[in-house]
């Protein structure tokens, strides 16, 4: 970023020896740190193994455990098995204020680190999972010490010590298999409440086992704890109450109030006008609506920049909390404000906490590659106008000269955008269809006044199930997502649907269209040549796909029927030189895709590899990867970044520069 302030032509690159050497030990250690094993069971079944960095991270802490644990102590000796248990006790108690900090929202291991709380989530589960392999040793070494005399179950009905050290060992174990992947899934809100009443629990029976002098290590996680809650709180009231915030306009008691909004795939818009907090691109806040889902705060990506204005969510409709918003943006729909009528009377009273999470900022880099999966575009839509805002801001300082080539900014580095979209409908576009088109109106006007700026997007329409067959799928069941992981969808609810039914004869009429039965619609194969469907396939090349002879017409969104129609529609317009994608009508809503050249809209999946090599192939500095979407799209590009550096040849003095790769994943 200095290097853009004085206007260096090259700033995203460093050519000075040290500032080079740097660099390119910071590239080979994120390339190693990257690495990751994909363990494939079956075509179902498939898991990815921890990155490199990570595995490497948690066997440190393993070997350190595990020396403190036997250093000079020989396990072989019976005689020294009760010293080992010991040791491990005390060991095991002296983990958990780490166990603490590495949970807490607001702790001191991420403010030193410049890392939120959720980068180091997974470091808590490990280090847990450690103690309770610690804790296992400690109570193994005893029983064994005692099974010599046979004297375990006397020590279990007689010694209120050991009774109390297996009530904690027996706790732990709840928690170490209740936080387990598959349990947290199924129901995330209770893992959270049950998480934190059991090691309540535990911490209680821990300090019941521990003799003395060693309970101190009790007493330090529950100071850690307190503080992040009282920091939290004072936090929290500071930005909610108007009469201590003078940011505040509130009447109320609560000076957040917002409004709620039906979109496609029972999905809710949530704004809140004039909020009293700071953020930057990529972060995210808690929202608690008590009037809607009480004693309950979700954490949603905020999807809008500071420049609107306000707080945007983007909330996808599952059970619990989420249902409730979406059957109240539907009530706001169907209710609109009438003359006269307070304002107050369609909104809710919300609490905001936050904001949390951080990423490098993506202005310093020369290329930023950013791709999304279905809501995820919530984090990469923000990210890409927050570089466009700072280009705008910064295009008066413009001077021309040879060495300050005009993609040179006193704010940004940034001169390169490319924009990934994988959606399964495209109504799913007009999420961000306006301030998509707001990026490119931005970045067209900039390169008509000179300056070599470039920004490139692509929707990718998967098309992954027919709608009427998910509608139809018993019990509620979630559809097959797509190939890169589950995409966490979820169908409209019906009493849209049928408002959607009752207006789609005014949106837009099938003129010239032959009528076509069912049986014939049935009889006809898909757009391919090979009968299948263009939607399912991945692009290798783009530029084929958006030709005349690749354009694909179909809509597996629509009935049989409404696809073949569609189709000779299309094959009608595809004969017009026009600047419009598309314009079609669904059983949902009225579609109207981009009019603009700059936006592609392609039908099928993505291919990483081939669009991230794209990237790097016209880099001229430090490039940066951001992927948000599901844990199999994440896979895939955290591997196509491996292959690509590795490719590259960073370490071997090529010149080629590093990439620096960001990810955010669906999950808990």
């Not at 300050?404 to 001169?415: I, L, N, S, Y």
């Not at 880099?619 to 590009?637: F, I, R, W, Y």
Request: net charge positive; aromatic share 10%; glycine share 6%.
């Amino acid at each position: 970023m200095s290097a853009a302030s004085r206007r260096d032509s090259l700033p995203a690159k460093p050519r000075a020896f040290l500032p080079s050497t740097i660099a390119t030990l910071y590239a080979i250690t994120r390339e190693l740190s990257y690495i990751s094993c994909p363990l494939i069971v079956s075509q179902k079944l498939h898991w990815t193994s921890p990155t490199l960095g990570r595995m490497s991270m948690i066997a440190a802490e393993l070997v350190l455990v595990v020396v403190l644990c036997f250093y000079k102590l020989n396990p072989r000796d019976q005689w020294q098995w009760e010293d080992i248990g010991y040791r491990t006790g005390f060991v095991a108690s002296a983990q958990l204020p780490l166990i603490v900090l590495l949970s807490g929202k607001r702790n001191i291991i991420g403010w030193l680190t410049g890392t939120s709380y959720e980068r180091l989530n997974w470091l808590h589960r490990w280090v847990s999972r450690i103690l309770f392999l610690t804790v296992t040793i400690h109570m193994a070494f005893w029983f064994v010490n005692w099974a010599r005399y046979d004297y375990i179950k006397v020590k279990l009905t007689t010694d209120q010590i050991t009774q109390r050290g297996f009530a904690a060992w027996c706790i732990l174990l709840w928690i170490f298999l209740s936080s387990l992947l598959p349990f947290r899934r199924w129901n995330y809100e209770f893992f959270v409440v049950q998480h934190i009443v059991t090691f309540v629990g535990f911490l209680a029976a821990v300090y019941l086992h521990l003799p003395k002098e060693v309970k101190v290590w009790v007493w330090l996680p529950i100071g850690f704890y307190v503080f992040d809650r009282v920091l939290r709180a004072l936090a929290t009231l500071l930005l909610n109450i108007p009469l201590l915030n003078r940011r505040t306009r509130g009447s109320g008691i609560m000076c957040s109030r917002a409004t709620f909004q039906p979109l496609s795939q029972g999905t809710t818009r949530i704004t809140v006008k004039n909020p009293a907090m700071h953020w930057r691109p990529g972060q995210h806040v808690f929202l608690t609506c008590h009037a809607l889902a009480p004693l309950q705060a979700h954490p949603f990506t905020i999807a809008s920049i500071p420049e609107d204005g306000k707080l945007e969510f983007l909330v996808k409709s599952k059970s619990g909390g989420t249902k409730r918003f979406f059957r109240q943006a539907e009530k706001s729909q169907s209710l609109p404000i009438a003359a006269g009528e307070s304002y107050r009377l369609h909104t809710r009273s919300v609490i905001v906490e936050g904001p949390y999470g951080r990423i490098r900022p993506l202005r310093q880099f020369d290329s930023v590659f950013l791709i999304a999966g279905s809501s995820g575009a919530t984090f990469t839509v923000p990210l890409m106008r927050d570089i466009v805002s700072c280009w705008v801001k910064n295009a008066h300082h413009r001077i021309d000269s040879v060495n300050h080539p005009a993609f040179v900014f006193q704010g940004a580095a940034t001169r390169y955008i490319r924009f990934i979209w994988a959606i399964r409908s495209r109504e799913q576009y007009d999420w961000f269809k306006p301030q998509l088109e707001m990026v490119v109106d931005d970045v067209r006007q900039l390169k008509s006044e000179g300056w070599q700026l470039e920004i490139a997007m692509s929707i990718y329409v998967t098309c992954e199930e027919v709608a009427g067959a998910e509608n139809s799928r018993p019990g509620g069941q979630k559809p097959l997502g797509l190939s890169h992981g589950e995409m966490e969808e979820m169908t409209v609810a019906q009493n849209f649907r049928r408002h959607a039914e009752k207006e789609k004869d005014d949106v837009t009429s099938f003129d010239s269209v032959p009528s076509i039965s069912q049986s014939q619609a049935d009889a006809i194969p898909g757009c391919l040549p090979n009968g299948s469907c263009c939607c399912r396939r991945t692009i290798e090349d783009e530029g084929a796909a958006l030709s005349l002879q690749e354009q694909c017409c179909c809509n597996c969104e629509l009935t049989r029927i409404e696809t073949v129609k569609e189709t000779l529609l299309c094959t009608q317009g595809s004969n017009q030189n026009t600047e419009t994608s598309y314009q079609i009508s669904s059983d949902h809503t009225d579609v109207k895709l981009s009019s603009s050249r700059e936006i592609a809209m392609l039908f099928g999946r993505p291919q990483p590899h081939t669009l991230i090599r794209q990237t790097l192939e016209q880099a001229l500095g430090e490039s940066a990867v951001v992927v948000c979407g599901p844990q199999g799209l994440v896979d895939e590009v955290r591997q196509s970044v491996v292959a690509l550096s590795d490719e590259r040849a960073v370490h071997k003095g090529t010149g080629a520069q590093g990439i620096y790769f960001h990810a955010e994943s669906f999950g808990y």
